[in-house]
């Protein structure tokens, strides 16, 4: 699987997690009712017939058949803008075909950039892509990042053409351990899940109540415990308790990730299904989601690292204020 395919089936996932609660299906007549957001994260991708005001889409294969009033943001193995959109566009894809007019800025990322005879663009565009193919025409600038670029239509601003000679891809070893990776973490979160159930429930639901908290016990966990570990094992007393330390601390960065799976994976259930279902549902099913989303999530190019780090910096915040609850439960 090629590294930009993963990135389209997962960046959306991503752009869901931050926008999709606020997002709701489109419904009714096109004269008198309210154009609304359309949310879709199924196999095949259409905007309903009314037309949309925003549509945040994922899909094998992603169609915009009809108008959107601002803007578009979608993933998938194929994505397809074929009706007009008012807004800016951002997409990710193995194909990405723009056929339509755009009244803002457009960004893609993907294996194959299309941009066809009779679109425009009134924006600028950014693409990185191994080929582009443009026969429509752009009025802002442009900066195409590409290993084969084709133009035969008008770029009214600057053009900035930056070629690349090969693809980055990863080894077959390099992902073999990837996805073994992966199954590790979903080993783990089924110990988890069903070893402290009810406590990582309330964890987890407290944790996207007030996410922020986390965060900021999670960095100074990151930062202090370390040192902490360092310091100890300096002195002879402190030595055995500086090494269990650093061992925890390895373990804690481990099962930091699992926990912010869990947290994405139930936040993601209450995207698609409601919150009252979210929380209903089972522990088991939303760690798998999350824990896999996120697996593809911090594998994306260029700002995978950095996701990874959120998410370490998250979980270890959880797992401080777990700890803190099970202590004040003791002593209660």
């Known amino acids: 699987m090629k590294p930009l395919y993963i990135f389209s089936l997962a960046a959306v996932c991503m752009l869901a997690f931050a926008s999709s609660l606020f997002a709701q299906d489109d419904a009714g007549s096109m004269p008198l009712e309210p154009v609304k957001d359309y949310f ?30 601002h803007d578009v943001i979608a993933a998938g193995g194929t994505v ?5 959109v008012a807004g800016d566009v951002r997409l990710a ?7 339509a007019n755009i009244g803002g800025n457009v960004a893609i990322m993907a294996q194959t950039v299309e941009i066809m005879p009779g679109s425009s663009i009134s924006g600028s565009v950014r693409i990185h892509a191994q080929e582009v193919i443009m026969d429509g025409a752009i009025n802002g600038d442009a900066d195409i990042t590409a290993r084969t670029f084709t133009q035969n239509g008008a770029i009214g601003g600057d053009l900035k053409h930056t070629q690349i000679s090969t693809s980055v891809q990863k080894s077959p070893m390099a992902w073999f351990f990837r996805i073994v990776g992966l199954f590790g973490m979903l080993v783990v979160g089924l110990v988890l899940v069903n070893i402290v159930p009810t406590s990582l429930r309330t964890a987890v639901h407290e944790s996207i109540k007030n996410p922020t908290k986390d965060l900021l016990w999670g960095l100074v966990a990151l930062i202090a415990v370390p040192v902490v570990a360092v310091v100890l094992m300096f002195t002879v007393i402190g030595l055995p308790l500086g090494i269990l330390l650093g061992v925890g601390y390895v373990v804690a ?17 209450g995207a698609i299904r409601g919150r009252e279902q979210a929380q209903k549902a089972s522990l088991l099913g939303s760690m798998a989601l999350g824990v896999c989303v996120l697996w ?3 594998g994306i190019p260029w700002i995978g690292g950095l996701l990874a780090f959120v998410a370490v910096v998250w979980g270890l915040g959880m797992l401080v204020n777990f700890k803190v609850r099970v202590f004040k439960k003791f002593e209660s």
Not at 253 to 267: E, F, Q, R
């Open 40 to 69: 879709s994260f199924t196999g095949e991708v259409h905007v309903p017939a009314t037309g949309a005001r925003d549509v945040i889409a994922a899909g094998p294969v992603v169609v915009i058949d009809n108008p959107v009033r």
């Open 80 to 84: 397809t803008v074929q009706s007009d």
């Open 93 to 99: 894809g193995s194909r990405v075909v723009i056929d």
């Open 253 to 269: 960065l481990y099962l930091a990730k699992i926990l912010v799976g869990i947290v994405l994976g139930t936040y993601l259930f």
């Open 296 to 298: 593809l999530i911090t």
